[in-house]
């Protein structure tokens, strides 16, 4: 089925450790973009994409490294986990003035 | 105070009642969406909105851009419309346009 991926669906780290949360669409979309959700606060971008080999900051983007070498994957890093960082991740997809498509999330929890 | 506000934060229902869920904002759009998130869920897509009124089966959604408000209805409501309605809005020039900025959703419950 078209659409998001996103892996892992649930993840613990340790303080300090790294990781890269998999985004993946098949649907040709330009644009891609990482969300942290936390209680109280919404949603809220972190880095985004306009195509490969074009990355940009969002609101939060500290802590946090993205590339985008192909127009299907866009991962996301975390260079050194901090407790800071526990959210449920979601990224995202848009093709033009079409709605957008979004993963069904990374439940994350930093020790 | 936040750019995009949404009220009421918490409503509460009964299956087949009309419902409206209101988002104001305070910066230049190029467009607005609503957005529903199932508990534990993951989030889709409603409605994308720079004018005028759409309608998708039960949900109705309209935006007044001179206002810088939408709402979005929900008519003849069931215990599944129970969800988290989130209005995001997009900006209106340069990198602005790339960036959603959202409001902290409302908490809709339909009770049988």
């Known amino acids: 089925n078209a659409g998001v991926t996103q892996t892992p669906k649930f993840q613990v780290l340790k303080t300090g450790q790294s990781m890269t949360l998999q985004c993946a669409q098949d649907?040709?979309?330009?644009?891609m973009s990482w969300y942290r959700q936390d209680p109280g606060m919404g949603l809220r971008l972190i880095h985004y994409s306009v195509g490969a080999g074009i990355t940009d900051q969002g609101e939060v983007p500290n802590g946090y490294n993205v590339s985008r070498s192909t127009t299907e994957d866009f991962p996301l890093r975390l260079l050194s986990a901090a407790p800071s960082q526990t959210s449920v991740y979601f990224c995202?997809?848009?093709?033009?003035?079409?709605?957008?498509?979004f993963g069904s999330g990374t439940r994350l929890t930093v020790v | 105070k936040n750019e995009v506000e949404q009220s009421p934060q918490n409503l509460t229902a009964q299956e087949g009642e009309f419902i409206t869920i209101n988002c104001s904002y305070s910066v230049g759009i190029s467009a607005l969406h609503w957005l529903q998130q199932h508990p534990g869920g993951g989030i889709v897509s409603l409605f994308m909105l720079s004018s005028g009124k759409k309608k998708h089966g039960r949900l109705i959604a309209t935006i007044n851009i001179q206002e810088k408000h939408s709402s979005l209805h929900i008519t003849a409501s069931h215990p599944r419309d129970s969800a988290v309605y989130i209005c995001a809005v997009r900006g209106l020039y340069g990198g602005a346009t790339n960036k959603l900025i959202f409001g902290t959703g409302t908490l809709l419950a339909v009770q049988p």
């Open positions: 995202a997809s848009r093709a033009g003035q079409i709605g957008y498509t």
């Open positions: 649907m040709n979309h330009e644009y």
